[in-house]
């Protein structure tokens, strides 16, 4: 009797050790509904249980790092915005995919902005969503008749999506017809969403944030150009804009209340949501403009990716590797990417089942091709700290009056100088 | 059967002890050490790392840690004032029982039962400048120049419109306990001054508010003690914004916390906060309590 009982312990034992799931986390978001629909077919497929532990957005990578530093991350797969990976690569939290045997399969090549998951040339997050920063664009005013010719009669040249940065200051000023309509909504809240205005001003203007030492640069020419630029768009925008954070700009944009929104391209999901979009059909997505002189050449533009990293501690590696191969791939991202993905890989942008779903795709698959995807903060720990918690703060004391350009971006390049000298880089 | 009696007490108080020590004393130490500590959750390959003052150095040598010490107390000063002032004569309008009184202490009480977040999204709501009920207001009245800015946006507006917020939540609490004061003053001081002829001006200031000072010394204390911490409305309404008009040394010590995960500076700047609090309980004893005891 005894024995056998021991002989079942055993066996249930090992039962629960071959049976247990592999688990995902994320957070609560459109592409993570859209990945879930695979779930059930990858364990029809490959026999593998799945579950899934979701957190709101605001305290996910809160969790992860907590949970993390204590020891207590019962996560095998955490589907993480690319911004986080070096923190928690660097902390060893997460392994290098790219070790996985078998990760040939995966075919890097065609997911665009790959090289920014490497770290020390190995992958650390294969991306299953991406998007790029640009101007979501009203359709049916670019295109109308009366529009077209007041706007030609007004500037001299011809009403389009605009291409250089002179033309988008053109075209918010031509449709900023207040309290109606303005012409282009903005994210002005004190908040990572301010500081993707000055970044792409300061890409497309030829600045960075920092050079190959790691010193702090944006203080210069370009950086005062970048918040001056950001400063002459808010004349454009409805003034509670100086308060919006990235929902409330798009619900002023999918309200039919402004030409343009300085966005990123999930906004054309809510843009096609009937339930609570005026404008559903109307809108399209052009990537974000530059100077006339440097059309043509591929410059950063603020590149935003979720995808899935493994855990160092993740107990059956190669189970989350086919759980990667599986939901990235082409047939895979198309047939989910209605649910609310925008799909990370060439194969897929450029799929003809995706184009009938979303007629705008070809637009920022262009988009995609002509830039260097670039992600909003420099991809080290502290990148985060940086852009969210001393750019947004600069940008925000300028546009307030509180300082002027210069002062904003010296102070902040000093604070960024301290925290990098704390970091140990120089 | 002395030793026994001698531990008799001890046992009475321990569950209380054991409470202290479990809820305040172990977590304050934590951040003690903590405080004398460089540990960053983002770079654990630097491990933890003896600090010495160096905190307390940069916290002190820091404009930006003074600037955000004088947003707290514009901040501290301006909604306990504010509050007391306006819960001090909501409370003596209600310390005279009238038809319908219960339902209008209980509609005073709403605002201070809504989660500070909510108080937080329902104030941006109110004063959004397209649909916001304030907004429509002042343009009504004639005073569309204070609109041309949206009041959260204006560096110089934000912090007095978080005050007010502030105070809609809070004022019930102070009202409440400003009553219970009121209820507990016995007749006879007031029959005997109205006998030697004192009008009710000088029954308000040599009758009622010194024996109303305990209340208003709990009421102030703690009141003092939560808007030290205030963060729920600042993270709503402004984020800090606009600049850094709004952050307060509960929101910089977060800011430090979960943005840099700098947890032995972010620990300082608590402790700051905690030494603050100290401070301003031992004045307000002092002032309001006037040393004197009158339960």
């Known amino acids: 009797m005894r024995s056998k009982f021991v002989l079942l312990m055993v066996l249930l034992l090992l039962v629960s050790c071959f049976a247990s799931p592999l688990r995902l986390s994320s957070e609560v978001g459109i592409h993570t509904d859209a990945w879930k629909t695979r779930m059930p077919g990858f364990t029809a497929e490959k026999g593998v249980e799945v579950s899934i532990q979701q957190f709101p957005y605001a305290n996910y990578l809160d969790q992860l790092m907590l949970g993390y530093t204590a020891g207590r991350v019962d996560i095998d797969v955490p589907y993480i915005s690319m911004l986080w990976y070096p923190a928690l690569a660097t902390a060893g939290y997460i392994s290098p995919i790219s070790d996985i045997p078998g990760y040939d399969r995966l075919n890097e090549s065609d997911i665009p902005g790959i090289r920014n998951t490497k770290l020390n040339g190995k992958t650390y997050i294969i991306p299953y969503m991406n998007e790029l920063g640009g101007i979501i664009y009203r359709k049916d005013l670019f295109e109308d008749p009366k529009e077209k010719a007041n706007f030609l009669a007004k500037y001299g040249y011809e009403l389009r999506p605009p291409q250089t940065l002179e033309q988008y200051e053109d075209v918010a000023e031509f449709f900023n017809r207040p309290p109606d309509l303005y012409g282009v909504t903005l994210m002005g809240r004190r908040s990572i969403f301010l500081a993707t205005h000055f970044m792409q001003r300061l890409w497309a203007n030829g600045g960075a944030l920092l050079d190959l030492n790691m010193r702090p640069i944006f203080n210069s020419e370009a950086g005062v150009q970048a918040l001056k630029e950001v400063e002459r768009m808010f004349q454009f925008a409805n003034p509670a804009a100086r308060n919006y954070d990235f929902q409330e700009a798009l619900n002023e944009f999918i309200s039919g209340r402004s030409a343009m929104a300085e966005i990123w391209t999930t906004g054309m999901f809510y843009v096609e949501d009937a339930s609570r979009s005026s404008i559903v059909g109307k809108g399209g997505f052009v990537g974000f403009p530059r100077p006339e002189e440097k059309l043509g050449e591929k410059l950063p533009m603020l590149y935003i990716s979720w995808g899935f990293s493994v855990s160092s501690a993740a107990p059956d590696k190669q189970a989350a590797l086919e759980w990667l191969i599986y939901v990235t791939d082409t047939k895979n991202q198309v047939e989910a990417a209605p649910t609310g993905n925008i799909p990370a890989r060439f194969s897929s942008l450029n799929s003809a089942e995706l184009a009938l779903s979303f007629p705008w795709i070809k637009d920022f698959a262009l988009a995609m091709e002509n830039c260097i995807p670039t992600p909003i903060v420099p991809l080290i720990p502290e990148g985060g700290s940086i852009v969210s918690g001393i750019i947004a703060p600069a940008v925000s004391e300028f546009l307030s009056g509180s300082k002027t350009a210069e002062k904003a971006l010296n102070d902040a390049v000093k604070e960024v100088d301290r925290l990098m000298r704390d970091g140990g880089y120089y | ?295």
């Open chain 2, 1 to 295: 059967m002395d030793l026994r009696r001698r531990f008799s007490g001890f046992t009475y108080v321990l569950p209380a002890l054991v409470f202290i020590v479990v809820i305040f004393m172990i977590p304050l130490t934590y951040t003690v050490v903590m405080s004398f500590l460089r540990w960053n959750l983002l770079r654990p390959d630097l491990g933890i790392r003896a600090a010495g003052f160096s905190n307390y150095e940069r916290l002190f040598t820091d404009s930006f840690t003074l600037e955000t010490i004088g947003r707290t107390f514009y901040f501290v000063v301006g909604s306990v004032l504010l509050e007391l002032l306006v819960g001090l004569s909501i409370a003596l309008a209600l310390d005279t029982e009238f038809k319908g009184w219960k339902i209008v202490q209980s509609i005073l009480l709403v605002p201070f039962m809504i989660a500070p977040v909510v108080v937080g999204f329902v104030w941006r709501f109110i004063l959004n400048n397209d649909y916001g009920p304030v907004i429509h207001f002042l343009k009504q009245i004639g005073l569309s120049g204070l609109t041309d800015k949206p009041l959260l946006s204006n560096p110089s507006m934000a912090m007095p419109v978080l005050i007010l917020a502030d105070a809609w939540e809070f004022t019930p609490f102070v009202v409440l306990v400003l009553l219970a004061g009121l209820k507990s003053i016995p007749y006879e001081p007031y029959e005997a001054a109205f006998v030697d002829g004192a009008g009710s001006i000088q029954r308000f200031l040599y009758i009622t508010l010194p024996l109303l000072r305990s209340s208003m010394l709990v009421a102030v204390v703690i009141r003092t003690l939560t808007s030290l911490r205030v963060f729920d409305i600042v993270f709503i309404m402004t984020g800090g914004g606009p600049g850094t008009s709004t952050e307060t040394l509960a929101f910089y010590g977060y800011r430090i916390a979960f943005q840099s995960y700098n947890i032995g500076f972010s620990s300082a700047i608590n402790m700051l906060t905690f030494g603050i609090a100290i401070i301003f309980t031992i004045l307000y004893m002092r002032v309001i309590g006037g040393g004197k005891n009158y339960d």
